[in-house]
């Protein structure tokens, strides 16, 4: 298939993102008249208002976190030059739970969450890239076997903190385990927006570099790219979304994976494209993920997390089959 030009690919990203809006913002436990919303009368008219006004923060967190994850998916993929690269693989996304989950414990504030789940993404980071070097250089087994210790540790530290909270405090280690936009209010949808656009504006800035590091650290030196600078800036960005995402979200896997692999094949390997188009798909994935979860089996919602997993864990599998 022959990659889409730039403007091309984006516009036909953001209609698939209107698309997928307009869907879910209508579907759930019960389906939402647009004519009843807009005009609609006495009781029909009052019940879509109060659906939309539940509703429409969720959809946008929903947007927000799947642009997130899959943003910071696409960048690492990149950095990285391993198509496995992702979040949750690499541990990121266990840290940045395991930092909120701390930071929930020690009774800070839901404002702090945030910070304290970068914090914990960041740290992941660099101790799986610190884990797979051999040589100097990156590589793919010693990468993934990183990761696979990081989820380990992560997963046991959120299980330590889980069977000693109580109360409200258990209750918030679940949703971090799972996964979940259940609780999603104007608030979070507001105070994710600046960590979202901040992590994406640094990343979107780097793409041009990103390019040259397709033809190995040593060439893009060569070129001029402060590599190391520019590894540091994309890992921090990519920590940034992916704690942010985390935070208000919980741990939800394999968005990163799954979407730039799609957006690939659609716009190429260019970095100033693949970037933004990226962040478009996971926050339509997501949405939809979102509307799935809580139409399938309504009144009954299911995890977001199992809906993403499903889609990724074959990706996944097809992609270790065919790397040599």
Known sequence: ???????????AGLLLLAAVLLFAFSVGGVHLSLG??????GEAGR???LLAALRVPRVLLAALVGGCLALAGAALQALLKNPLADPFLLGTSGG?????ACAALAGAS?????AAAFLGAAASSVGVATLARRGGRLDLERLLLAGLIANAFFSALLLAAFSIASGEASRTMLFWMMGSLADATPGKVAALAPYALAGAAVLVAASARLNLFAVGEESAAALGVDTERTKRVVFLAASLLTGAAVAFAGVIGFVGLLVPHGARAVAGNDQRTLLPLSALAGAALLVAADAVSRAALAPAELPIGAITA???APLFAWLLLRTP
């Open 96 to 100: 940045a739970a395991a930092g909120a």
């Open 310 to 312: 499903a889609l990724g």
């Open 110 to 114: 839901p404002l702090i969450s945030p």
């Open 1 to 11: 298939m022959k990659a889409l030009p730039r403007a091309p690919a984006i516009a």
């Open 47 to 49: 019940t879509a208002r």
């Open 36 to 41: 009843d919303l807009l005009g609609g009368q």
